[in-house]
C-alpha cells in the first residue's frame, strides 16, 4: 500500500471542498472495499477524508412517508430497521444476500452504492482494464477470456464488467433517490437509475458524481405496497457475487415491478418490462433483456434471470 495523508472531516460540505480541492482526495467510511483496492494499488488515494464523524448515520422518515436514510448508516442497521423490513422487504432482503455479516456490520450506505466491480480483469494489474487504465484496452473481451460473471446487456466494446451491489439493486426498484452535498455547499438529489452510468466509451467514470461530490442520505418513496422477494443466483450460498439476482414488487392485481442484478454495469430495470409482469416471467425478460449481447460463456444468465423470476411469481409468499 502506498503512503497517504490522512483527515477527519468536519462536516458535509468541507468534506467535499477538501476533495475537490485535493488532487486524488478520497472519501472513506467503512473501508471494506476502498482498502482492499489500495492494498492492490488499485486504487492510488493520496489523501483520504474520514466521513465517519459527519453524524450521517440515522434512518428518519420523511414528509411524504417515505424514508431518508443516512450515507453512513451502516447495511446491518439498514437491514435490521423495524420500517424497513415491514414496508420495503425487498431492501432488507437483498442487503442480507450480499457480503457476510462482518462486512454487513462495516459497510454503509453510500459505500455500498459507490463499490467497485468485481471483474477479475479490474482485480489484476497484469490484465488490460479501461475501468483501471482509460485506454488500455479490454482483457475481458479479448479471445479466450474468462466471462461467465460477466455483463450481458448494457455493456460496450470497451468494458462488459457488472455493479456488484445487491442493495443497489432494490434502491433501483424502490425508485430510491441519491442526495448529495457539492464542493460549493449545494445540495443534489440523484435519482438511482441516473446515478449509476453505463460504460460507454468512458467504463472509468462509474456514476454521475461531480468530483469532491459527497453522498449524504439515500431517500426512498412512501411504500409502494404489494409482494416483495429477492433471489440470489451464485456459485455458492454465501459470500459470492451474484451470477444473477432478480428483486420483484408484485401487487395483487398481477402488476409490479422487476430489477437485475449480476447482468449489467448497474441495476438494470424498464418501465416497458414492468409492464410485461401479467404476461409471465417469459415476457419480462424478453422485454428486459432485449439487444443483451452475452459471450459463449455467460449467455446462460439468459435462462437463469427467466427461470429465476418465474420461481420467484409462482412461490407463495411465505418461502420467498
Known amino acids: 500500500m502506498r503512503a497517504f495523508s490522512y483527515e477527519k472531516a468536519r462536516d458535509p460540505a468541507a468534506a467535499a471542498a477538501r476533495a475537490a480541492e485535493i488532487d486524488g482526495a478520497r472519501f472513506i467510511a ?3 472495499n476502498l482498502v482492499d483496492l489500495m492494498k492492490l494499488e488499485i486504487e492510488r488515494p493520496g489523501h483520504l477524508i474520514d466521513v465517519t464523524g459527519l453524524g450521517l448515520d440515522e434512518i428518519t422518515g420523511t414528509d411524504d412517508g417515505g424514508l431518508r436514510i443516512g450515507a453512513l448508516v451502516s447495511n446491518t ?7 424497513v423490513r415491514h414496508d420495503y422487504a425487498v431492501l432488507s432482503r437483498a442487503i442480507v444476500a450480499g457480503a457476510s455479516g462482518q462486512l454487513r456490520n462495516k459497510a454503509t450506505t453510500g459505500g455500498n452504492l459507490l463499490q467497485r466491480t468485481r471483474c477479475p480483469y479490474f482485480y489484476d494489474t497484469d490484465q488490460a482494464c479501461n475501468k483501471r487504465t482509460p485506454g488500455s484496452g479490454c482483457a475481458a473481451l479479448s479471445a479466450g477470456a474468462f466471462s461467465r460473471q460477466l455483463g450481458i446487456v448494457g455493456t460496450s466494446d470497451s468494458c462488459i464488467a457488472t455493479h456488484p451491489s ?12 441519491v442526495e448529495t452535498v ?7 438529489r440523484i435519482a438511482i437509475e441516473a446515478f449509476h452510468r453505463l460504460p460507454g466509451d468512458t467504463p472509468e467514470r462509474e456514476t454521475a458524481l461531480a468530483p469532491g461530490e459527497l453522498i449524504t442520505a439515500v431517500t426512498l418513496p412512501a411504500p409502494v405496497g404489494g409482494h416483495h422477494a ?3 443466483a451464485r456459485d455458492r450460498a454465501s459470500y459470492a457475487f451474484a451470477l444473477v439476482s432478480v428483486a420483484l414488487i408484485r401487487q395483487p392485481d398481477g402488476s409490479g415491478r422487476v430489477a437485475l442484478g449480476g447482468v449489467a454495469p448497474k441495476p438494470w430495470r424498464s418501465a416497458e418490462a414492468d409492464a410485461e409482469l401479467p404476461n409471465g416471467a417469459a415476457a419480462v425478460m424478453a422485454r428486459l433483456l432485449e439487444g443483451a449481447r452475452p459471450t459463449d460463456q455467460n449467455a446462460f444468465k439468459i435462462t437463469l434471470a427467466e427461470r429465476t423470476l418465474a420461481t420467484l411469481m409462482a412461490a407463495p409468499s411465505s418461502e420467498e
Request: glycine share 10%; proline share 3%; charged share 30%.
Open 30 to 32: 467503512g473501508g471494506t
Open 77 to 83: 442497521a439498514l437491514a435490521a430497521d423495524s420500517r
Open 166 to 177: 445487491d442493495m443497489a439493486v432494490a434502491m433501483r426498484i424502490l425508485d430510491a433517490e
Open 182 to 188: 457539492t464542493p460549493s455547499g449545494d445540495t443534489r
Open 230 to 232: 429477492y433471489h440470489k
